[in-house]
């Protein structure tokens, strides 16, 4: 090949590797790291990322290929963001073109341009220019030295925020912002869900007369190229988003924040399984810019990375304004039977609520009319065909649903076996809503949840008429639990808290404590006291009475030491291989065989558990199992995963089944 260039080019298969090309004729521009290329590839074309320059391949003369096109002028990722993707490739040991073709938007993974600057380009602003829309609030202490410890650091340093409900901390990042704005630098924002980006949205615009672009995955592929294009640009000089707009480029970056960063959502379930809290710290430390963490429960490696000193922890403990931490309740429901799901003394507290003009939110995470439909006769369940899970009543549509696959059909008249009647069994947010309808008819009252809000833009025009007061009973799932801003709630009620309690996976405890306080947090902000009302069979539980008694803070310091005790995360580092097939054998004789060959190069300091079936075995009509590799330290697994995955794909067995590598899942049970 003597001195001859060749192509690195990144391409969407699911190979661990790069593809070696020779560059395409004529390209009339400099070959350079981050340009996209159209190649050959099979027996059609497709487009890459070129990742690198070399001069020698070892693929034989005879079959190394020539690229047909240069699709740039110019790289279209800075630098920053071609570390950025390796890294992941590496870490999550997934395939890198893969990897890359989860962070750009469709559009570009098609060849097309990027919108042109001079479509989007608006005039610069000057420091000077970059002034309030509206009047910020005076700032607590705790928030003005959070800010000012913030916007004192020159390059990386991790913050976490870690804030009880109401207490500010969006306008603690909206003052950092303000900052980097007067240096002419951007900021990149990060929200959990879409349904918390309006909002957030509304709250920046008011605040900073300048171009915002906004990334989810409800855009539109043209208006996500425009905004992803403008946050290239420096044109946006504020970006928020979902998990996927941690791979935005940024042109002038100087700051990263990631709200609610406790929140599942970051984490991408299938796919690509990245987490974009985990990838923000990666990407602040290669900008050399603060990153802010912020959240009323941080997740516990999170609070032990502040423990250790590596995050510097930055508390609000205070409510902003004049508003206190609301009153809980526990309301003992072997004591008080509930009817519909409701007692007595939460439909009291409720009446007595309303009566002073107050909103009461109820929290049920459990949608539909109710989770279960069984035979009086026979006792028999109405299941789903293709799932090890029950069928979910939604009466309203006269359909029973499962809420795993997705299968649904009508609702049986009778008994499948034995033609008796069928029972609706449980409560759901549907059934939730009728019960309160009837209690107080006179109310009007919004549900929150996937079923009411699946149309464009319904959960904004719910909300707004919550924020203006129009509706006073709100009833929703974990949807309501995010970061929204409830000024006229004083009540809150949980219907059943006891969800939670007995869950089988080690983050199970931390998951409950963590919706605990983030729905009792919506009551009682502004200058309204709040209350809390939990009904539950399990009063003296030690988890609720130490939430209810000292705090999230107290829970965190236990569940760390069980934690640490169990030798569970952060304590240390896990990877889950999963398969799936149509028969079960065909899953555990490839998990086998996995295990089999993860024991025979078994480093010190790491175990195989395993393999078992999935907490579901039967979802989609697929048989589901896994297996568990668990070190002491991340460096021990890192070194041995990138061979085994290596030898996994050269397993007979794996040809049979669908099978991935799952690093630091976020669900194990």
Request: glycine letters at 8%; charged letters at 25%; aromatic letters at 6%.
């Amino acid at each position: 090949m003597g001195s001859r260039q060749i192509l690195e080019v990144a391409v969407a298969a699911p190979l661990m590797g790069l593809f070696d090309y020779l560059p395409p004729p004529d390209t009339g521009v400099g070959l350079r790291p981050g340009m996209r290329v159209r190649v050959p590839f099979g027996k059609g074309t497709r487009v890459g990322l070129l990742m690198g320059l070399k001069a020698t391949s070892t693929v034989p003369d005879g079959k190394l290929r020539q690229a047909l096109a240069v699709l740039d002028a110019e790289p279209l990722l800075p630098d920053d963001l071609q570390r950025l993707m390796s890294w992941a490739s590496a870490y999550y040991q997934h395939p890198p073109g893969e990897v890359i073709a989860a962070a750009l938007p469709k559009a570009l993974r098609e060849g097309r341009e990027p919108t042109r600057r001079r479509q989007l380009k608006t005039p610069p602003l000057a420091a000077a220019e970059v002034v309030s829309a509206d009047v910020p609030p005076v700032l607590t202490a705790d928030q003005a030295r959070a800010g000012a410890a913030i916007n004192a650091t020159a390059g990386f340093r991790c913050f976490l925020l870690d804030g009880v409900t109401g207490s500010g901390k969006t306008e603690v990042y909206l003052r950092c912002v303000q900052e980097r704005l007067n240096a002419g630098q951007q900021s990149l924002v990060l929200v959990p869900e879409i349904g918390l980006t309006p909002q957030l949205v509304e709250r920046f615009r008011r605040r900073f007369p300048v171009p915002l672009a906004v990334l989810h995955s409800g855009l539109a592929d043209g208006e996500r190229l425009r905004a992803w294009t403008a946050a290239r640009d420096g044109t946006a000089r504020i970006v928020i988003g979902t998990r996927s707009a941690i791979f935005t480029p940024l042109r002038h970056p100087g700051l990263l924040v990631v709200d609610e960063e406790h929140d599942a959502s970051y984490k991408q379930q299938d796919g690509f399984r990245y987490s974009a809290r985990d990838l923000a710290v990666w990407r602040a430390r290669e900008l050399g810019v603060p990153l802010v963490l912020g959240s009323a429960t941080p997740a516990l490696e999170s609070v032990e990375n502040a423990q250790s000193g590596r995050y510097e922890r930055l508390v609000l403990a205070e409510r902003a304004g004049s508003a206190g931490q609301p009153t809980a309740h526990l309301i003992d429901m072997r004591t008080h039977q509930p009817r519909d799901g409701l007692t007595q003394p939460l439909l009291a507290a409720i009446r007595r609520h309303l009566a002073a003009d107050g909103q009461v939110l109820i929290f049920l995470n459990r949608r539909g009319y109710a989770p279960t439909l069984v035979c009086i006769g026979c006792g028999t369940v109405i299941s789903c065909t293709r799932c090890d899970a029950r069928m979910v009543l939604h009466q309203q549509r006269g359909r029973v649903t499962c809420h795993h696959c997705g299968s649904e059909r009508a609702v049986p008249e009778d008994c499948p076996a034995c033609h008796a009647d069928l029972r609706a069994v449980g409560q759901g947010t549907e059934r939730l809503e009728q019960a309160l309808a009837r209690e107080f008819p006179d109310q009007v009252m919004e549900r929150i949840d996937r079923d009411t809000t699946r149309r464009r833009g319904e959960i904004e025009r719910r909300l707004e008429r919550v924020h203006s007061l129009e509706a006073r009973l709100l009833l929703g799932t974990q949807m309501l639990t995010k970061g929204h801003d409830f000024p006229g709630v004083t009540l809150v009620g949980i219907v059943d808290v006891d969800q939670g309690l007995f869950g089988t996976d080690f983050r199970s405890a931390e998951r409950l404590a963590q919706t605990f306080i983030q729905v009792a947090g919506r009551a009682g902000r502004a200058d309204r006291p709040g209350e809390v009302y939990l009904q539950t069979l399990f009063p003296d539980h030690p988890l609720l009475r130490v939430l209810l008694a000292d705090g999230y803070g107290a829970f965190a310091t236990m569940a760390l030491a069980e934690r640490q005790q169990a030798g569970w995360p952060p304590w240390s580092s896990l990877a889950l291989v999963r398969a799936e097939a149509t028969e079960r054998p065909l899953v555990f004789s490839f998990l086998e065989a996995a295990a089999a060959l993860a024991r025979t190069a078994l480093p010190p300091g790491l175990r195989v558990l395993g393999p078992a079936p999935a907490p579901m075995e039967r979802r989609s009509g697929r048989y589901r199992g896994q297996l568990l590799l668990q070190a002491d330290a991340r460096r021990v697994l890192q070194r041995f995963l990138p061979d085994f995955r290596a030898a996994l794909s050269a397993l007979p067995a794996q040809r049979r089944v669908r099978w991935s590598v799952d690093v630091d899942p976020s669900e194990l049970f």
